[in-house]
């Protein structure tokens, strides 16, 4: 088979890996179980799990292969849901939550690595950021159709939503068999191999001074950006006064423009050198955190709808970054390390984040998270050169 259908795969992929039926109702199903400070817990099982597990899943997928990487992640994140789907307490619901996000991190990063892999063996990697871009806009799209089919499925049956879940991982796991595995660089698999992997990620990140630069650059905005996702901007949501209703359709909104959005990344790609696309994104993110304690619900929302684009975008540019100057051998593992990195604050801070919405407000709190980004962006800016950009391109070829 050609290694061109693995794109047209990973599409499908992509798009079955995001169906998340459970999107607008997954608290209202926890709380059958368990209160707010229960979901704190579950939410910190499922944070360890997906930063502990990154590097050596990422190797996993680079000794053992990407297709059969994707086929256990996608199994073993069927299994998760659909234990989650018929948990009957609350520890069972945190086994599951556990077991699926475990599938997640065998899938992080192993996805993009098998893609890109491909598009070299057929030398068209240059082709990767509209392939990577096509991707972003069907993982998007995805969440927005199925979490508001979700809804009437909780409404039949509150655990039905992650059992369709569960049988959307399934049907990608079958699909995965028909995927290519690229024979580019390889390595048998040991132990002795396997660690030796492990200890690639970080130095592939920092093999030289330019791709050190360019980390640094990229783990400024993604650590910030982790926040907000996944607490921040569901926060402020409420706090602009959106009811319960609005912000469900305003989401499937969000995911549907960041989806498209997300076709933007070429033209940052092509049009800008990497160091430049990501100061501008980043500087866009941080002023619209910035001005969050001015805003009201209209503007407050467009803000929302801004930031999630860029987001989708940033995503895009990062994972055509890192792979660009990553070796194939160790590309996975690379862009888990990379993963890993990017959500250790987020692991720290998450309590914090929440004490501080409490505290002093959401709005107060994305004020200061805005300011603290646009510091990182302007340092960076003050103490790296235009030199030492080309430099990061010049590294790019490795």
């Given at each position: 088979?050609?290694?061109?259908n693995n794109v047209?795969l990973?599409?499908?992929?992509?798009?079955?890996?995001?169906s998340?039926?459970w999107?607008?109702v997954?608290?209202?199903?926890?709380?059958?179980f368990?209160?707010?400070?229960?979901i704190g817990?579950?939410?910190?099982v499922?944070?360890?799990?997906?930063?502990l597990?990154?590097?050596p899943?990422?190797?996993?997928a680079?000794l053992?292969?990407?297709?059969?990487s994707?086929i256990?992640?996608f199994?073993?994140q069927?299994?998760?849901n659909?234990?989650?789907?018929?948990?009957p307490s609350?520890?069972?619901?945190?086994?599951?939550?556990?077991?699926a996000?475990l599938?997640?991190?065998?899938?992080?990063?192993?996805?993009?690595?098998?893609?890109?892999d491909s598009?070299?063996?057929d030398?068209?990697?240059?082709?990767?950021d509209?392939?990577?871009?096509?991707?972003?806009?069907?993982?998007?799209?995805?969440?927005?159709v199925f979490?508001?089919?979700?809804?009437?499925?909780?409404?039949l049956?509150?655990g039905?939503?992650?059992v369709?879940?569960?049988?959307?991982y399934l049907l990608a796991?079958?699909?995965?068999?028909?995927l290519?595995?690229?024979?580019l660089?390889?390595?048998?698999?040991?132990?002795?191999?396997?660690?030796e992997?492990?200890?690639r990620?970080?130095?592939?990140?920092t093999?030289?001074?330019?791709i050190?630069?360019?980390?640094?650059?990229?783990l400024?905005?993604?650590t910030?950006?982790?926040?907000?996702?996944?607490?921040?901007?569901?926060?402020l949501?409420?706090?602009?006064?959106?009811s319960?209703?609005?912000?469900?359709?305003l989401?499937s909104?969000?995911?549907?423009?960041s989806a498209?959005?997300s076709q933007?990344?070429?033209y940052?790609s092509?049009r800008?050198s990497?160091g430049?696309?990501?100061?501008l994104?980043?500087?866009?993110i941080g002023?619209s955190?910035?001005?969050?304690?001015?805003?009201?619900?209209?503007?407050g929302g467009?803000?929302?709808v801004?930031r999630?684009?860029?987001?989708?975008?940033?995503?895009?540019?990062?994972?055509?970054?890192?792979n660009?100057f990553?070796?194939?051998?160790?590309?996975?593992?690379?862009l888990?390390?990379?993963?890993?990195?990017k959500?250790i604050?987020?692991?720290?801070?998450a309590?914090?984040?929440?004490?501080?919405?409490?505290?002093i407000s959401?709005?107060?709190?994305?004020l200061?998270l805005?300011?603290?980004?646009?510091?990182l962006?302007t340092?960076?800016?003050?103490?790296?050169?235009?030199?030492?950009?080309?430099?990061?391109?010049?590294?790019?070829s490795?």
């Amino acid at each position: 088979m050609s290694l061109k259908n693995n794109v047209t795969l990973a599409y499908a992929l992509a798009f079955l890996n995001h169906s998340w039926f459970w999107l607008g109702v997954w608290v209202f199903y926890y709380l059958r179980f368990t209160t707010y400070a229960g979901i704190g817990l579950i939410e910190t099982v499922l944070i360890v799990t997906m930063t502990l597990a990154e590097i050596p899943t990422g190797a996993v997928a680079d000794l053992l292969g990407k297709k059969w990487s994707l086929i256990i992640a996608f199994f073993v994140q069927g299994l998760g849901n659909i234990l989650m789907g018929v948990a009957p307490s609350f520890l069972w619901l945190m086994g599951s939550v556990f077991v699926a996000s475990l599938g997640g991190t065998l899938y992080s990063g192993t996805i993009e690595a098998l893609v890109y892999d491909s598009l070299l063996s057929d030398k068209d990697e240059a082709r990767y950021d509209r392939v990577i871009s096509n991707m972003r806009t069907l993982q998007l799209i995805s969440p927005a159709v199925f979490g508001l089919v979700g809804g009437w499925l909780y409404s039949l049956s509150p655990g039905l939503p992650f059992v369709a879940s569960g049988i959307a991982y399934l049907l990608a796991c079958v699909l995965s068999f028909w995927l290519t595995e690229p024979q580019l660089d390889t390595e048998k698999f040991s132990l002795k191999v396997f660690f030796e992997q492990n200890k690639r990620g970080i130095q592939e990140l920092t093999k030289t001074s330019g791709i050190k630069s360019q980390v640094l650059l990229l783990l400024s905005i993604a650590t910030i950006a982790v926040i907000v996702e996944e607490m921040l901007d569901s926060f402020l949501g409420v706090e602009f006064g959106f009811s319960e209703t609005q912000l469900a359709f305003l989401w499937s909104f969000i995911f549907i423009i960041s989806a498209l959005a997300s076709q933007a990344t070429p033209y940052f790609s092509r049009r800008f050198s990497p160091g430049v696309s990501l100061l501008l994104i980043g500087s866009l993110i941080g002023i619209s955190l910035a001005i969050s304690p001015w805003l009201g619900l209209a503007v407050g929302g467009f803000t929302l709808v801004v930031r999630s684009s860029l987001l989708a975008i940033f995503g895009n540019i990062t994972s055509l970054t890192i792979n660009t100057f990553t070796q194939s051998k160790y590309r996975a593992t690379t862009l888990s390390t990379f993963n890993m990195l990017k959500n250790i604050p987020y692991l720290l801070a998450a309590a914090i984040i929440g004490y501080l919405s409490d505290l002093i407000s959401a709005r107060t709190t994305a004020l200061v998270l805005g300011v603290l980004l646009l510091g990182l962006l302007t340092v960076r800016f003050l103490v790296k050169n235009t030199a030492e950009d080309s430099g990061v391109t010049d590294n790019q070829s490795v």
